[in-house]
């Protein structure tokens, strides 16, 4: 094998047999990773406007702050050491809050890279001018059967006078309420309204502008729904049902008598539904920063539909189900914001011959939380939100299922409070079939789950609903279906994709679920929590990741149980290489040399002394919009090109980090499509950065070589003014075909070397990119670094 050529690559620092000495290894003990809330005292009271929050932290970077599970921000730390440890602090706006306020700080471990919690602290205010009302729709009641006229009563309460109450049904336009002597009143002529369940929602605005929202009330005025009818079947039977009538003949020692199954399997299980699973091979997940540009430019769809069909590029399946996340997205709801056109959106997928279903998590942010029952309101309204999108559209528009994507093990107390959260989290999982239950809808629910859920000790031994099973075997009795995130690169081996499902799909087969365990696959690139080398196909390429899915189908796609492969996600699959290196190729779209709209809305806040944050408006194109490139310069006229471009984004904003202290900056983005057309730039947006004390460092040439299967990088870090080389503790990983995470020191010269896995290919290509830099007194002023990073290619 011989070394082709290095991208932008001098010599080394110093020759490689010296690499041991030159790079001290991190030891592995250290104290616990914490952080504290010093400003605030639980139950304490607070006043209306701004108000200072801080604490401390140690062994936490990138700390966040939570507040009611519907505000995230990032705060600003103080490390002066540059040892992971020091101040935290947030100026919180509270004129926006009443009543309790829940808060809460998460981080990530400087040596895991897992989160951190602070304690949790519960504040209280009292600011009527942000006072919501509360509303509630009491009467009818969803049990009981409405015949020729019906009566429904609204109540609506709040600090504030209420100026204003009004009703949808069926998701139509919102009608006045009238008061009444108890609340208020609205009489419904069913005559005018043949089907058998209506979406009943309430809302009220107060004097000061605020507005509440009900939940639904689903109330029947006809006779069993389909949705009804399986349920009630459902109740009454234990057969275990095959996808071709016939019992797996493989599973009959796990089920014991089939003819008695009680005779072995004391626990009698049912599922919600009986209604037949389409098979969803393959599915992919399409999340906001790609469904909201799908929904709202119909030409993208092309793109879409032409990647999803290609069956020859790669030797793949065709895409035949579309996972579209529907949550709020920079600001809007889709689901209320642009209705018709995702009915456009649907009508056009189901007409291309996809099966769509809607993607949502937990209602809250971070969307986690809702698994919470303190939260599980908003992950109700979010799941209603589709179940009356659907009531409210013609069928050809209607989402055909729904994938619930809420993670409760993130959460802190998943490990320290078992089984409250893993309770919780069913808990909310059974209420959203109840729901779906109540609507009368048929559509398929399922939830996406870790592949663990069925051997770890945080999922084993649940007791819920009078049984104590696995969590993923709770899960499986509750939803119609199931997304194992199965994310491994390699389909064999006991912690292989095939033998991380066999617990599940054995499982279906036992209750009687045909074709509900889909198996999900990670393309993205993994670059901070977990293990990068193991859990994304992404360093391999698309080629390598075909034959290991190929196996998981020769091994499971004759189970009755299994329902397809999903992948996550479409903005990674989109540029998802053949291989990495010079035989690399990816998915080409329709051809397109028109480039995209110019970008609009340019804005930029400065965050801290080293960041700005840059926003803009989503742009339109012919085809489709790939990704937006920010370019920077310390001139208002500044020229965009190669020495002025910062990074490019695949959303809607963009963290600019590793500036300079009180120096201001210029930013004009444009969009580019999938064709790589650049759009013109956008009119220049600034912020100028705040004072510190802190001294930049900067990277002083970076190399990288690639020899007997192992690729070595070696740079130097240097104060940015003087070049006088710095001692710093440096974490990064391993790009392109590696993925291995290295974290360690400098020598006292400041020289940094570190090595990947094993990779052993003939052709190829790696990188490596730093994430941390820490010293004492210094940060990183990574946008001064000489960009972009080399690479090592090699081929025969």
């Known amino acids: 094998m011989m070394l082709s050529h290095l991208r932008r690559c001098g010599l080394l620092f110093l020759a490689a047999v010296l690499f041991t000495t030159l790079c001290v290894p991190l030891p592995q003990v250290k104290a616990a990773a914490f952080i504290t809330i010093d400003s605030h005292q639980d139950g304490q009271a607070l006043q209306p406007g701004v108000t200072e929050l801080f604490g401390t932290y140690s062994g936490v970077y990138e700390l966040q702050l939570i507040v009611n599970g519907e505000f995230v921000t990032e705060v600003q730390m103080e490390d002066p050491n540059g040892d992971d440890s020091g101040n935290w602090s947030y100026q919180l706006d509270a004129s926006r809050l009443d009543g309790p306020v829940e808060i809460v700080l998460k981080g990530n471990d400087a040596m895991t890279r897992y989160g951190i919690w602070s304690p949790w602290i519960h504040l209280n205010i009292d600011n009527p001018a942000a006072d919501t009302p509360e509303v509630e729709i009491t009467s009818p009641a969803e049990s009981t059967l409405q015949r020729n006229k019906m009566k429904i009563n609204v109540s609506a309460e709040g600090k504030n006078p209420i100026a204003l109450v009004e009703l949808r049904i069926d998701g139509g336009d919102w009608l006045q309420v009238p008061p009444a002597k108890n609340g208020y009143s609205y009489t419904l002529d069913l005559r005018q309204f043949p089907r058998q369940v209506h979406s009943l929602e309430a809302r009220a605005t107060d004097t000061r502008g605020n507005t509440g929202y009900s939940l639904t009330v689903y109330a029947r005025t006809g006779g069993q729904t389909s949705a009804q009818q399986d349920q009630d079947y459902a109740t009454v039977t234990n057969t275990v049902y095959m996808a071709d009538d016939h019992i797996n003949p493989h599973l009959v020692n796990v089920m014991g008598d089939v003819d008695n199954p009680s005779a072995s399997n004391p626990e009698t299980v049912t599922s919600s539904t009986y209604e037949p699973l389409p098979d969803q091979d393959r599915a992919i997940w399409i999340w906001e920063n790609a469904s909201y540009p799908l929904v709202l ?81 908003h992950a109700v309204r979010e799941f209603e939100q589709i179940l009356n999108y659907n009531l409210a559209s013609g069928e050809s528009a209607r989402f055909d299922g729904v994938n619930v994507d809420t993670e409760p093990y993130i959460l802190p107390d998943f490990k320290t409070a078992k089984p409250s959260v893993q309770i919780q989290y069913l808990d909310m999982l059974q209420l959203l079939m109840e729901r779906k239950q109540a609507s009368g809808l048929t559509l398929s629910v399922g939830a996406a789950i870790p592949r663990w859920y069925d051997t770890s000790a945080d999922a084993s031994n649940i007791p819920w609903n009078g049984q104590t099973k696995w969590l993923s075997e709770h ?69 390598y990741m075909e034959s290991e899915l190929n196996k998981v189908y020769d091994a499971v796609q004759h189970d009755p149980a299994f329902g397809g492969i999903a992948l996550h996600h479409y903005s990674s699959i989109l540029d998802f290489p053949s291989e990495w290196g010079p035989g690399g190729y990816t998915w080409q779209p329709p051809a397109d040399h028109e480039p995209p709209s110019v970008v609009s809305g340019a804005a930029a806040i400065a965050f801290d002394y080293q960041r700005i944050n840059v926003t803009y408006d989503m742009a339109m194109d012919s085809s489709a919009v790939n990704a937006y490139r920010i370019y ?101 990983r391993f790009t392109h075909m590696a993925g291995k995470y290295v974290t360690a020191a400098t020598s006292a010269e400041g020289i940094f070397q570190s090595q990947s896995e094993l990779v052993s290919a003939t052709r190829g290509e790696i990188g490596f990119l730093p994430r941390r830099i820490m010293a004492d007194s210094y940060y990183w002023a990574s946008a001064y670094d000489q960009l972009p990073y080399p690479t090592v290619i090699w081929e025969p």
């Open 297 to 377: 430019n119909p030409n993208s769809r092309t793109v879409l539909s032409s990647m999803a069909k290609d069956v020859t590029t790669f030797h793949q399946r065709p895409i035949t189900t579309l996972n579209l996340a529907v949550g709020q997205y920079n600001g809007a709801k889709m689901l209320e914001d642009y209705r018709s056109e995702v009915q456009q959106f649907v009508e056009w997928a189901h007409a291309e011959g996809f099966y769509v279903q809607a993607l949502i998590a937990g209602g809250t942010v971070p969307p986690y939380f809702g698994a919470y029952s303190r939260y599980q309101t």
């Open 475 to 543: 899960i499986q009795d509750t939803a119609d279906y199931i997304s194992i995130m199965n994310y491994r690169d390699q389909a064999d081996g006991s912690a292989g994709i095939i033998a991380q499902a066999l617990n599940e799909l054995a499982y279906a087969n036992l209750i009687g679920k045909p074709k509900s365990v889909v198996i999900g696959v990670e393309t993205k690139d993994i670059a901070d929590g977990g293990d990068p080398e193991t859990i994304s196909f992404h360093e391999e390429g698309r080629i």
């Open 632 to 732: 920077r310069g310390t001139e208002a006229d500044f020229e965009i090109g190669p020495s002025t471009y910062a990074g490019t984004s695949k959303g809607l904003s963009y963290k600019d980090t590793g500036l300079l202290p009180d120096t201001t900056y210029y930013y004009k983005i444009t969009a580019v499509d999938i064709s790589g057309n650049e759009g013109a730039p956008s009119l220049a947006a600034s912020a100028t950065t705040m004072p510190s004390a802190m001294k930049p460092m900067v990277i002083d040439q970076m190399d990288i070589t690639y020899t007997a299967g192992i690729a070595r990088v070696t740079f130097k870090m240097v104060d940015m003014e003087t070049r006088i080389p710095v001692a710093a503790k440096i974490s990064g």
